[in-house]
Antibody, heavy 120, light 107 residues
Framework: EVQLLESGGDLVQPGGSLRLSCAAS????????MSWVRQGPGKGLEWVST????????DYADSVKGRFTISRDNSKNTLYLQMNSLRGEDTAVFYC?????????????WGQGTLVTVSS | IQMTQSPSSLSASVGDRVTITCRAS??????LNWYQQKPGKAPKLMIY???ALQNGVPSRFSGSGSGTEFSLTISSLQPEDFATYYC??????????FGGGTKVEMK
């Protein structure tokens, strides 16, 4: 059974940093791209970042480029999101999602989410 | 690529046929997925490639469309179907974009 478990969400001051983790199990982690998707309070879904299975290709939404860094440790089956220079508009539930194997791509499994609150 | 869903919300009764529309700002072929999200829960993939049913999804759900116009139809709404539905384009992957969502509420 595929499981994705996020952690690391917290209350942080504007300008602060936070690292999110997503522990994966139930599939061959290194074979799949992984993404982070966020959802602000009462808002819709926003794609944040994606990393390839090997970790050699990454991409970011313009809203986080230069502030967030996605990475993965395939030996630990874990996905990360390092978030720096946090702003109030980054307040959201952050989900990690597995990119499905079929084409066209989709997010076939999601974690339960972790809440990041940016406030003084 | 901008994705526009309509309506943003709708009220329906159990047994109703419900259709949600998603429009892309440019042609995305059939690179269109639909997700269901219930309050406090993660989204769940329902339909991929515009019309393919994800494993385990009831057959009352169907998707259609290509190019810029897509729709999700629930043939006979069940109590567990009250939720918010999002379309997602993956034509420009990894720079995917989601529609604004359609909340299906009980009348």
């Amino acid at each position: 059974e595929v499981q994705l478990l996020e952690s690391g969400g917290d209350l942080v001051q504007p300008g602060g940093s936070l690292r999110l983790s997503c522990a994966a199990s139930g599939f061959t982690f290194s074979s799949y791209a992984m993404s982070w998707v966020r959802q602000g309070p009462g808002k819709g879904l926003e794609w944040v970042s994606t990393i390839s299975g090997s970790g050699d290709r990454v991409d970011y939404a313009d809203s986080v480029k230069g502030r967030f860094t996605i990475s993965r440790d395939n030996s630990k089956n874990t996905l990360y999101l390092q978030m720096n220079s946090l702003r109030g508009e980054d307040t959201a539930v952050f989900y990690c999602a597995k990119v499905g194997a079929i084409t066209p791509p989709n997010f076939d499994y999601w974690g339960q989410g972790t809440l990041v609150t940016v406030s003084s | 690529i901008q994705m526009t869903q309509s309506p943003s919300s709708l009220s329906a009764s159990v047994g109703d046929r419900v259709t949600i529309t998603c429009r892309a700002s440019q042609s995305i072929s059939r690179y269109l997925n639909w997700y269901q999200q219930k309050p406090g829960k993660a989204p769940k993939l329902m339909i991929y490639a515009a019309s393919a049913l994800q494993n385990g999804v009831p057959s009352r759900f169907s998707g259609s469309g290509s190019g810029t116009e897509f729709s999700l139809t629930i043939s006979s709404l069940q109590p567990e179907d009250f939720a918010t539905y999002y379309c997602q384009q993956t034509y420009s992957t990894p720079r995917d974009t989601f529609g604004g969502g359609t909340k299906v509420e009980m009348k």
